[in-house]
């Protein structure tokens, strides 16, 4: 088996500078535009990164924890890294695609690989009515936002607002609401990925909310709506004895 074309990406740290410099130095590279396997180094956000800049192309990516999390990522090692690459586990994801008209009429979409989030802008709570499937089922909601999370994105974002880590062949969603007011005891709601989610902002004016697809962010928005786009697959990379599956798992029981 031939050996696969290789490049390096790196996040702004000296850390992941060094090793992109060692790793390159060690095994050669290509430019980013031939490769089969990309090699990213840093933490989540250049995980997360590094997918989004390729999400048109069918290559796969080998994260390095050369960050501060690294939930996404492998660990680091200079030595057997096309070793690793051949008997690593693949991945694949599918991102939310989020949809937005906003106050002012414009219409503007956005990927998600970990969630998209709907937040208050200003003192003014949230006021939203969600539906699904084109089924109302909450008139109003209070609250200082929202999430719909990914099975990926499950562990980040969605963990800290206490919301549900989803296993990755789960094949559902997490909405998981941001202090909600009223109804004061919902604690949020697990859909079918295949679902269709849309939240009608509710004195929008008056009460001016933003909408973000991971770092994408459009602000004073009338609408969302949320779809799984499987027709976009995003290929990972994992070591067999730190697959993704593993530790998403193994978060759920982490005290």
């Excluded at 696969?4 to 996040?11: D, G, Q, T």
């Excluded at 709907?118 to 006021?127: C, D, I, P, Y």
């Excluded at 989610?197 to 009338?222: G, Y």
Aim: proline letters at 4%; glycine letters at 6%.
């Amino acid at each position: 088996m031939s050996e696969p074309k290789v490049a390096f990406l790196a996040s702004s740290t000296d850390q992941a500078s060094a090793a992109k410099a060692t790793l390159e130095k060690r095994y050669g590279a290509v430019d980013e535009a031939e490769a089969d396997i990309i090699v990213a180094l840093g933490g989540d956000g250049m995980m997360l990164e590094t997918l989004r800049k390729h999400i048109d192309k069918p290559v796969k990516v080998f994260g390095m924890n050369r960050g501060t999390v690294g939930f996404l990522m492998n660990e680091f090692a200079e030595i057997g890294l096309l070793e690793r690459i051949q008997a690593a586990t693949l991945v694949t994801l599918h991102p939310l695609r989020m949809k937005v008209e906003t106050i002012t009429g414009t219409i503007e979409d956005a990927l998600a690989i970990n969630e998209v989030s709907l937040l208050r802008q200003t003192a003014q709570t949230a006021k939203l009515r969600i539906t699904i499937d084109d089924t109302v089922r909450m008139e109003e909601l209070l609250c200082d936002g929202i999430l719909v999370s990914t099975p990926a994105g499950s562990t980040a974002y969605n963990l800290s607002a206490h919301g549900p880590i989803i296993p990755l062949g789960a094949g559902i969603l997490a909405m998981t609401p941001l202090s909600a007011f009223r109804p004061r005891r919902w604690r949020g709601a697990l859909l079918d990925n295949r679902a269709k989610i849309r939240f009608d902002i509710l004195e929008a004016e008056k009460r001016p909310i933003s909408a973000t697809a991971d770092a994408t962010e459009v602000r004073d928005v009338r609408s969302v709506t949320v779809t799984e786009d499987r027709t976009v697959a995003l290929h990972l990379l994992y070591d067999p004895d730190r697959n993704l599956d593993e530790r998403v798992l193994k978060e759920q029981f982490t005290p």
